[in-house]
């Protein structure tokens, strides 16, 4: 027996299905983690050259955006158990080249780019309450890496009662095995999965 077949046989893998008005959540990509010497590696460069793409479907189509990076305080007052776990963590400051949003995906003016210290995108942030404030109900989740602070932020993301989207082929990891099993796992319990192609063509079909 598959391992689909296992966790099919228990009742999961349902899909959650879009709602009414998604927002897009690009995790972690910054140059940090699209460099192989720091954080980077695997897949990370080929899930932002495809969230290109999507991004500029989500501006085209008026979607909320939030970019995340994660910041510590220059001398590490707030680092925590995190970077007790990976130290290098600790570089990632607010003025470092490696915190800041990679070139491909500039933030523009009027998209929100979140701080935050802890793998999820919602832990000790308002994530959630600006997307409920804009009434969105449906998060596309990107970013890096896939085993961490993206499926860090698709787990609270179903937790708040969001419906969640992972879009597959613009998450990476350094290592493609942890890539790999946790969108199995995520798709199982936690979120729907599809590719960037088939969320472009819903956001378009939503805005007509």
Not at 1 to 30: E, H, I, K, P, W
Not at 76 to 88: E, I, N, S, Y
Not at 94 to 99: D, G, L, N, T, V
Request: some cysteine; proline content about 3%; glycine content about 8%.
């Amino acid at each position: 027996m598959s391992d689909t077949d296992v966790y099919a046989r228990q009742g999961f893998g349902a899909q959650a299905g879009f709602g009414a008005r998604a927002a897009l959540l690009l995790v972690d990509f910054v140059n940090g983690f699209n460099d192989p010497a720091l954080f980077g590696g695997g897949n990370i460069p080929a899930a932002i050259e495809k969230t290109k793409l999507l991004l500029a479907a989500a501006r085209e189509t008026a979607t909320p955006v939030c970019f995340t990076r994660v910041v510590y305080a220059a001398h590490g007052a707030d680092a925590g158990v995190f970077c007790l776990k990976a130290p290098k963590l600790s570089v990632l400051t607010e003025e470092a080249h490696a915190s800041q949003v990679v070139s491909e995906l500039t933030p523009r003016a009027d998209e929100y780019v979140l701080r935050k210290t802890q793998p999820s995108a919602f832990f000790g942030t308002d994530l959630a309450g600006w997307l409920i404030a804009r009434k969105v109900d449906t998060v596309l989740v990107v970013g890096a890496t896939t085993s961490g602070c993206v499926r860090a932020s698709v787990v609270d993301a179903m937790s708040y009662n969001f419906r969640t989207i992972v879009v597959t082929d613009c998450v990476g990891d350094r290592a493609l095995g942890p890539h790999e099993a946790n969108l199995f796992d995520m798709g199982q319990k936690y979120a729907d999965l599809h590719e960037c192609a088939h969320v472009i063509a819903w956001l378009k079909r939503q805005a007509t």
